[in-house]
Structure formats: structure tokens, C-alpha cells
């Protein structure tokens, strides 16, 4: 089946650097992978949608600027969170869609990111 | 834009017996999708079940069953046998048909008892 993984699993940081996850399909090429950010015992957010080869789609209230996406190949796509500050800590999750399967197959997620800034 | 609605927090079964966790949305589009995601300790997020809203036959994979019910726009899940390991955080999801996003709900932590 198809998997998604995602580097780092956890993460403590400084406050103000930056810190970078990765998400990476394995076995399938993804043109569209979505970010989503998940506070303790709450539901996911999306934070963006971002698209092989051109500039990531960021939802309302979402600082473009502090979460850098980049999604270079149809296989990375990677959050960078800049000038980190505490009240990013969180747990952020990516997904992707294979690119040559049915949109009701729903999309593969990854395994998560802990980030912890201290 | 669409919302998804789980209006039980936290849910529990005893072991062996069926329970239904219920997900309403909110939309105007005609052809769309739906899901149910579980996400055990490990948060990985895990696909369950699926509906695509065109098909009027209830989605089953194998002790899981939904209840789709398009004008009311309800999607109920529901697990037959509950198993410990049925022990997790379920999410309903909503995408159009048109568009990539997934939306999904608040979530229902259900615990399954020995």
C-alpha cells in the first residue's frame, strides 16, 4: 500500500531558529500534499496545500512566512518553521494524494512531527 | 465552505458489543466524499472506511459499517465486535469533489473496555 513518511518524528528547538520536516512518498508520486497541524486532544488543521512546482496554497490565518512549504519533486514536499517560538509547538502531520488514484481513495498520511520549542 | 460536525467527545463500548459514532456536515455541493479516520496512540492517522456521496449503498469493510444518509447529512459509523484495538481517536472527513482538501471533524475518542 502506499506510505508516507515523515522526518522528524520529534523535534526540540531553540526559540527563533528554524527547524524542517520532511514528507516523502515512497512508493507513488504525489502532486499534491497537505500540511495539518494538531493541538493536544483537538482536531486537525490544515495549514496548506502544496503543489509540485509551484507555490504552496495557505489556509486563513496561516503565516506564510513562518512556515515555509516547499514541494520541489512529486515525491518531498517539506514545512520549514522559521524563527520558531513556543507557541508553535505542536504536532503537524502531512498527507498526500497519489497522483494516479481515484480522489475517493482518500489521502496517506505520515507518521507525524513533534515539535517541541523551548 | 463546509464543516464537519462530531457532536460525542469521548465514547465507550464494552468489548465484543457494537457502537455508533455520528458526523454530520455541512455543504452544497452535490458530489463529494467521505471518510472515517482513526488515530490510535501512535497518531498515525489510519483510513477506515469511505463513501463516495453518489453511491447510495452504505459503505461496510468487514466490523465496520457507515450510515450515509445524504439529505440529512449524516454519516454515522458504526463497529461491530468492538475490539481493544478499536481504542483510538476517530475523525469524520469531508472533500469535494472538485477540490484536494480534506476537512475534518472535531473528533471522538472512543475507548473500548475489557
Known amino acids: 500500500g502506499a506510505v508516507v513518511s515523515q522526518h522528524p518524528s520529534w523535534v526540540i528547538c531553540k526559540s527563533g531558529t528554524s527547524v524542517k520536516i520532511e514528507c516523502r512518498s515512497l512508493?507513488?508520486?504525489?502532486?499534491?500534499m497537505f500540511w495539518y497541524r494538531q493541538f493536544p486532544k483537538k482536531s486537525l488543521m490544515l495549514m496548506a496545500t502544496s503543489n509540485e512546482g509551484s507555490k504552496a496554497t495557505y489556509e486563513q490565518g496561516v503565516e506564510k512566512d513562518k512556515f515555509l512549504i516547499n514541494h520541489a519533486s512529486l515525491t518531498l514536499s517539506t514545512l520549514t518553521v522559521t524563527s520558531a517560538h513556543p507557541e508553535d509547538s505542536s504536532f503537524y502531520i502531512c498527507s498526500a494524494r497519489d497522483a494516479g488514484a481515484r480522489a475517493n481513495y482518500g489521502y496517506t498520511f505520515g507518521s507525524g512531527t513533534r515539535l517541541t520549542v523551548v | 465552505a463546509q464543516t464537519v460536525t462530531q457532536s460525542q467527545p469521548e465514547m465507550s463500548v464494552q468489548e465484543a458489543e457494537t457502537v455508533t459514532l455520528s458526523c454530520t456536515y455541512d455543504t452544497s455541493e452535490n458530489n463529494y466524499y467521505l471518510f472515517w479516520y482513526k488515530q490510535p496512540p501512535s497518531r498515525q492517522m489510519i483510513l477506515v472506511i469511505r463513501q463516495e456521496a453518489y453511491k447510495q449503498q452504505n459503505a461496510t469493510e468487514n466490523r465496520f459499517s457507515v450510515n450515509f444518509q445524504k439529505a440529512a447529512k449524516s454519516f454515522s459509523l458504526k463497529i461491530s465486535d468492538s475490539q481493544l484495538g478499536d481504542t483510538a481517536m476517530y475523525f469524520c472527513a469531508f472533500m469535494k469533489n472538485n477540490n484536494n482538501d480534506m476537512r475534518f471533524g472535531a473528533g471522538t475518542r472512543l475507548t473500548v473496555k475489557p
Open positions: 512508493d507513488f508520486q504525489a502532486t499534491t
